[in-house]
């Protein structure tokens, strides 16, 4: 197939596009890779079916965004023989929690997150595993004015002990012992960013915040916080607000993690779900004023 025509089929108001017409086993034409770059600049999430590619085929395409380099962050990730860009995502029904398995953004609790990820389906329950995503810029929009002039003047810090943890007491089923190892091992993982940043490509302003790594904004307790962020991520994700997207052999999801939330729904036990994944990194969200 060649790279001409592409065909975008929305699967929600606001989030996420399927992309037909595209054999990511080629190399993108300039036209092509610029489509689908304004895709995922309007929805936040690009989806293609029934591809056939190589680790290094997935790197190739994600290039066409930003950097890729080898990235691994959760421990549970390990790299695809001989090319370590891309991290192998697997889930045995025997294993606790998924990775994903609720709104967040990847790595919001560094500096500088990934500006997206690209996940291909290598191997699918019978039924279940789909991922939702979320536009923040959508959410932010929908605020009132007041709100939006509030938020623009705070930042918000985000920790990443929060997912194990939180206020020191252990959360999900991770014994005390797990969690003093954790709060050794993540205790550096804070990061602070504005809640509502400029997107470099759209110029759209995107509410950045999540419900489980987002702790408190600056200056304020987590107390006093909380209500705010969690009302903010309840509104945002909103089912008309989000969109599902259902895996399929072949699939492949591209998002910006600058401007959706995502969610990896653990709706298949007794199986397993494995999945190849790469990063991208790239422009982070600017200033909002
Ligand atoms: C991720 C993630 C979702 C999924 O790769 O960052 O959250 O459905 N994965 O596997
Ligand atoms: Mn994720």
Request: aromatic share 10%; hydrophobic share 35%; proline share 8%.
């Amino acid at each position: 197939m060649r790279n001409t025509v592409l065909k975008l089929t929305p699967l929600s108001a606001n989030t996420g596009v399927e992309i037909a017409g595209v054999d990511l086993a080629n190399p993108l034409s300039p036209e092509a890779a610029q489509e689908i770059r304004d895709a995922l600049n309007t929805w936040g999430a690009v989806f293609f079916r029934d591809q056939d590619i190589t680790p290094d085929q997935q790197v190739a395409f994600a290039r066409h965004f930003g950097t890729v380099e080898k990235r691994t962050h959760p421990s549970s990730m390990s790299p695809v023989e001989g090319t370590p860009e891309v991290s192998i995502i697997h889930r045995e029904p025997t294993d606790g929690r998924n990775t994903g398995g609720f709104w967040h953004t990847d790595q919001c609790f560094l500096p500088d997150p990934p500006l997206g990820s690209v996940l291909y389906a290598k191997s699918l329950p019978t039924r279940g595993g789909d991922t939702m995503f979320c536009h923040m810029g959508a959410a932010c929009a929908e605020l009132s004015e007041g709100m939006r002039a509030m938020l623009r003047g705070l930042k918000a810090v985000h920790v990443r002990l929060n997912y194990h943890g939180i206020g020191g007491k252990p959360q999900w089923g991770v014994t005390p012992d797990e969690l003093e190892f954790f709060t050794m091992k993540y205790a550096g993982q804070v990061a602070t960013h504005p809640v509502i940043g400029r997107h470099p490509e759209s110029g759209q302003e995107i509410l950045y915040v999540n419900p489980i790594y987002t702790d408190r904004f600056e200056g304020w307790t987590r107390e006093e916080s909380q209500p705010l962020i969690q009302y903010l991520c309840e509104r945002a994700t909103r089912p008309e607000n989000y969109c599902r997207f259902d895996w399929k052999p072949g699939s492949l999801a591209m998002w910006d993690n600058r401007a959706v939330l995502h969610y990896a729904l653990d709706d298949y036990a007794g199986e397993s779900r494995t999945m190849h994944r790469c990063v991208v990194l790239g422009p982070w969200l600017q200033p909002a004023a």
